[in-house]
């Protein structure tokens, strides 16, 4: 079958990563586009900007299915004053519909985080509970807290590796949670975590792991959640063509880590 309708593609993407996994706050699912359209070609990035907008629509995609949504909170105006607004503008002059997979993809089975714990080599992967959006696994041994903080950044190709502590030591129970999981620090240490992976690290929620005696290894926002791009093309790749259906998926080429070092 050739093309299939958007309506559809979003029924896919609950049943892949449900959309009620998502957290409360959290705006996921079609953010623009009409649910009728038949899409004949999808693109795949991390963010909705008017650059991915462009790649989407100079590769022939109706679609761009991204990690961030395009409208995180509620808008009073669209303007091409904004970043949101020209990407919006753009979506509608190019007609590009976006949908946003966002905390649903984080928190979902063989979602993000389950991802990038694998990737990392953790066993006994779980959803460390309430905190749906992370995950904790096991090292298979051992290791200095530096040399895990190498390993991250050669997994997740980034060189934008902090460490928080205050000293290398051994870990092994590693708690991890893609995008800004600071928030999860109580969790981490209720879980007894030898380590949290993450990223968006700000100064005083540092401080504060210092102090509760929380390494910290923080990967960046991007060097961690980049991988959501490789993930989501994949998974609906595979699921078009299980359906029979011929919808051709490219994943997004011209992304890249908003932060440079001054070295």
């Known amino acids: 079958m050739n093309g299939i309708t958007l309506a559809r593609i979003v029924e896919i993407a609950d049943r892949l990563f449900p959309f009620d996994q998502a957290e409360s706050w959290d705006n996921i699912g079609l953010q623009i586009g009409d649910p009728h359209a038949i899409i004949n070609a999808v693109a795949f990035s ?6 991915t907008i462009r790649f989407a629509a100079d590769n022939s995609c109706g679609l761009l299915i991204t990690h961030h ?15 949101t607004g020209r990407t919006a503008l ?32 953790l ?9 749906r959006c992370a995950r904790m696994g096991e090292l298979p041994q051992s290791t200095g807290l530096w040399a895990l903080a190498r390993r991250v950044a050669d997994v997740f190709q980034t060189r934008n590796v902090r460490v ?8 092994h129970r590693v708690f991890l949670a893609s995008g800004s999981g600071m928030s999860y620090l109580p969790d981490a240490l209720r879980f007894r975590a030898d380590v949290m992976v993450t990223g968006d690290v ?38 078009f063509l299980s359906l029979d259906l011929k ?6 080429a011209v992304e890249d880590e908003p932060y440079q070092l001054l070295l």
Do not use: W
Request: glycine share 10%.
């Open 46 to 51: 991390l963010d909705p900007t008017p650059q």
């Open 69 to 83: 949504p395009l409208f995180p909170e509620p808008l009073r105006s669209i303007t091409s004053e904004t970043l």
């Open 90 to 121: 753009d979506s509608a002059k190019f007609g590009v519909a976006v949908l946003s997979l966002h905390t649903n993809l984080d928190a979902a089975n063989g979602g993000l985080n389950d991802h990038l714990a694998g990737s990392l080599g």
């Open 123 to 131: 066993t006994g992967i779980r959803a460390p509970e309430p905190a």
């Open 164 to 171: 928080v502590a205050r000293k290398d030591v051994q870990v």
């Open 202 to 239: 700000r100064y005083h929620a540092a401080r504060e792991a210092v102090e509760m005696g929380m390494p910290v290894i923080d990967a960046g926002h991007y060097g961690l959640e980049k991988a959501a791009v490789g993930l989501l093309h994949g998974r609906f790749r595979e699921e």
């Open 247 to 252: 919808v051709s998926c490219v994943p997004c």
